[in-house]
């Protein structure tokens, strides 16, 4: 049974999330590629994500691993997934990978990009993909509270509640945000891994050092202190796009070298 590599695209409104939810009929971008590849194949597929992306997180760059059994080339399976997809999903690529490759286990590092509109007017045409604080907001003081994040650290304070993984410690090599106050606003997050609601509760909490209600110096005592309670709010989700996930050892292919829209060079990162 070959094995693929799909770069998708998802409107994540039309979704509740990346996983699929045995036992329930929520639809997921999971059971959508699965229920298209065997629709297409006319035979039973697998289907394993680079990671899960949550109710209404949009994703330009996610990545999937998929057995299937097809006697079609990568190209060909590539359009024929894209006749039977929602609208709302497309497969920018799809190329044949090593019979072991796994999404999820082979990935390096993911980027996100939280997108925030900062006009004293809600923005009907950016509704669906930004969030809307209509207070002006300061971008330098989010940005320096950003830098702060940057390199290794627990950060159970950025963490859902609920979340089951073993530890917190995660490292980040890019924290960023760029923008104007009353325009747009983009928050930049780039590492090895991230915990559930992670992206969206560090923009919420830099929404609120934006907004004046908490300094940029607090970031060391807040991630310190491994408390969700002493954090910002989780941010909409309509912001968050999960950009790209790279692969170092050239597993990745085309969505290590996705599209970077709205991001911008001002910002900090580290390598």
């Known amino acids: 049974m070959p094995t693929f590599r799909l770069t998708l695209e998802y409107d994540g409104a039309a979704f509740e999330g990346w996983q699929s939810q045995p036992g329930e009929e929520h639809p997921t971008v999971q059971d959508a590629l699965r229920q298209a590849l065997e629709r297409v194949t006319g035979g039973p597929a697998r289907v394993t994500g680079s990671g899960r992306t949550d109710t209404g997180v949009h994703a330009e760059g996610q990545v999937a691993s998929i057995r299937a059994e097809t006697g079609m080339s990568a190209r060909a399976l590539g359009r024929a997934l894209n006749g039977v997809l929602p609208r709302s999903v497309?497969?920018?690529a799809c190329e044949p990978a090593a019979e072991d490759f796994d999404a999820r286990r082979a990935a390096r590092s993911k980027r996100y990009r939280y997108q925030i509109w900062n006009g004293p007017v809600r923005s009907p045409l950016r509704a669906a993909r930004f969030a809307w604080e209509a207070r002006p907001l300061d971008v330098e003081?989010?940005?320096?509270?950003?830098?702060?994040?940057?390199?290794?650290?627990?950060?159970?304070?950025?963490?859902?509640?609920?979340?089951?993984?073993?530890?917190?410690?995660?490292?980040?090599?890019?924290?960023?945000?760029?923008?104007?106050?009353?325009?747009?606003?983009?928050?930049?997050?780039?590492?090895?891994?991230?915990?559930?609601?992670?992206?969206?509760?560090?923009?919420?909490?830099?929404?609120?050092?934006?907004?004046?209600?908490?300094?940029?110096?607090?970031?060391?005592?807040?991630?310190?202190?491994?408390?969700?309670?002493?954090?910002?709010?989780?941010?909409?989700?309509?912001?968050?796009?999960?950009?790209?996930?790279?692969?170092?050892?050239?597993?990745?292919?085309?969505?290590?070298?996705?599209?970077?829209?709205?991001?911008?060079?001002?910002?900090?990162?580290?390598?």
Do not use: W
């Not at 003081?141 to 073993?166: I, K, N, P, R, T």
């Not at 106050?181 to 992670?198: A, K, T, Y």
């Not at 060391?220 to 950009?243: H, K, M």
């Open 90 to 92: 497309a497969v920018l």
């Open 141 to 271: 003081a989010m940005g320096e509270a950003a830098f702060g994040l940057l390199g290794e650290h627990d950060f159970a304070c950025f963490q859902a509640a609920g979340s089951s993984v073993g530890h917190s410690v995660r490292s980040l090599t890019r924290a960023e945000v760029s923008g104007h106050p009353g325009g747009e606003i983009f928050v930049v997050l780039e590492g090895s891994g991230f915990l559930r609601h992670m992206v969206r509760n560090v923009a919420g909490t830099l929404i609120e050092v934006g907004l004046g209600r908490r300094s940029a110096a607090d970031l060391p005592d807040l991630l310190a202190s491994r408390d969700r309670g002493q954090a910002g709010p989780t941010a909409p989700s309509q912001g968050l796009t999960l950009v790209s996930v790279d692969y170092r050892d050239g597993a990745g292919g085309a969505a290590s070298a996705m599209r970077r829209k709205g991001e911008h060079s001002s910002g900090k990162s580290v390598s």
